[in-house]
């Protein structure tokens, strides 16, 4: 167990060196790059904390970071490691008792958190019980389903017991919406199922799983937390500008507005707000669904060569000394 410790101290200090360059360039760029990209780049900060080897590479940012540290090969990958697992002296019992229970002590607390997380999904799913189907808006869903091709069959329902729309399943997706909404603002629903059926199209409900278990496991370090929150809102962004790349830059005032009613409505039939709906949330939202526009060809191409390269530098390992 201390092995295993070690070993995800080390994945999280390499994670963290990533996470920090790309809030550098988040600060530095402000609103300048689009939340799709964002959403894109968050996803070399958790495979830093959920994959524990990597491919070698000249080009690796951890060649300027960790030349100096102990890097055992494993054939075509490499681990990076900051702690050696070895470390602990054997002729100094006390040290090695501290640490072994610093690493029960983790695994203690990862255990509750995941059953915390497997409690509060058991939760949602149980109330997803009491929904009721809503065929009046099945052809407005499959025209939307024409707008965002999905593979799925998608089912919409209603129910009393979710404040905002929602999706789940990922075999079977049901879109859950308030049993109090305005189910005949046609505008608002094309907005609304657009929106969910994307988080279907790009497995969304996977990468946020992923990025939860990635809280559970480094839960001792803050801003793994810091990263899962950033990354929960860019996922909503990066949705907010799909859509409006669908439907056009001519809906995005229309989409402020559904954004702002959806908000107006959580809080005065709910008095609380999600992560994705809460007030300096929604702010954002609503600002980058008014400033959306289209990205030119070479915008597009420039920002996709930086995601790579930003990919290559940060997943890949230093050459082994």
Same mark, same amino acid.
């Given at each position: 167990m201390a092995e295993l410790f070690v070993r995800v101290v080390n994945?999280?200090?390499?994670?963290? %060196?990533?996470?920090? $360059?790309?809030?550098?360039?988040?600060?530095? /760029?402000?609103?300048?790059?689009?939340?799709? +990209?964002?959403?894109?780049? !968050?996803?070399?900060? *958790? +495979?830093?904390?959920?994959?524990? !080897?990597?491919?070698?590479?000249?080009?690796?940012? *951890?060649?300027?970071?960790?030349?100096? $540290?102990?890097?055992?090969?494993?054939?075509? /990958?490499?681990?990076?490691?900051?702690?050696?697992?070895?470390?602990?002296?054997?002729?100094?019992?006390?040290?090695?008792?501290?640490? @072994?229970?610093?690493?029960? #002590? !983790?695994?203690?607390?990862?255990?509750?958190?995941?059953?915390?997380?497997?409690?509060?999904? !058991?939760?949602?799913? &149980?109330?997803?019980?009491?929904?009721f189907p809503l065929r009046e808006c099945d052809e407005l869903l499959a025209y939307c389903k024409t707008l965002v091709p999905?593979?799925?069959?998608?089912?919409?329902? &209603?129910?009393?017991?979710?404040?905002?729309?929602?999706?789940?399943?990922? @075999?079977?997706?049901? #879109? %859950?919406?308030?049993?109090?909404?305005?189910?005949?603002?046609?505008?608002?629903? %094309?907005? %609304? *199922?657009?929106?969910?059926?994307?988080?279907?199209?790009?497995?969304?409900?996977?990468?946020?799983? @992923?990025? @939860?278990?990635? /809280?559970?496991?480094h839960w001792f370090n803050p801003l793994v937390l810091l990263c899962y929150h950033l990354f929960s809102r860019d996922i909503e962004a990066s949705c907010d500008e799909r859509v409006l790349s669908v439907l056009g830059e001519e809906e995005k005032v229309g989409y402020a507005d559904s954004l702002l009613s959806l908000f107006s409505h959580m809080r005065t039939s709910w008095g609380i707000s999600t992560l994705a709906f809460g007030e300096t949330a929604i702010q954002q939202r609503v600002k980058g669904a008014i400033g959306y526009t289209r990205l030119s060809q070479w915008r597009l191409v420039l920002l996709s060569a930086l995601v790579l390269v930003i990919g290559a530098v940060t997943t890949t390992n230093p050459l082994p000394v």
């Open positions: 994945m999280s200090i390499t994670a963290s %060196i990533v996470a920090l $360059l790309l809030l550098a360039l988040r600060y530095l /760029v402000q609103d300048k790059l689009p939340a799709t +990209f964002c959403y894109l780049l !968050w996803g070399t900060v *958790f +495979f830093r904390l959920l994959v524990p !080897w990597s491919l070698p590479a000249a080009l690796s940012i *951890f060649n300027v970071t960790g030349g100096d $540290l102990p890097q055992p090969t494993g054939g075509y /990958v490499v681990t990076l490691d900051y702690v050696e697992s070895g470390y602990v002296p054997v002729h100094a019992p006390d040290t090695r008792s501290i640490f @072994l229970v610093l690493s029960a #002590i !983790w695994l203690t607390v990862a255990v509750l958190l995941g059953l915390y997380v497997l409690l509060v999904n !058991w939760y949602v799913r &149980h109330k997803a019980r009491t929904v999905v593979r799925q069959r998608v089912r919409v329902y &209603h129910s009393s017991a979710f404040p905002s729309p929602v999706v789940l399943g990922s @075999l079977h997706p049901r #879109i %859950i919406l308030p049993s109090s909404m305005d189910f005949s603002n046609r505008r608002m629903m %094309i907005h %609304i *199922f657009t929106h969910e059926l994307t988080h279907i199209r790009r497995m969304d409900f996977l990468t946020k799983k @992923l990025a @939860l278990l990635s /809280v559970v496991v």
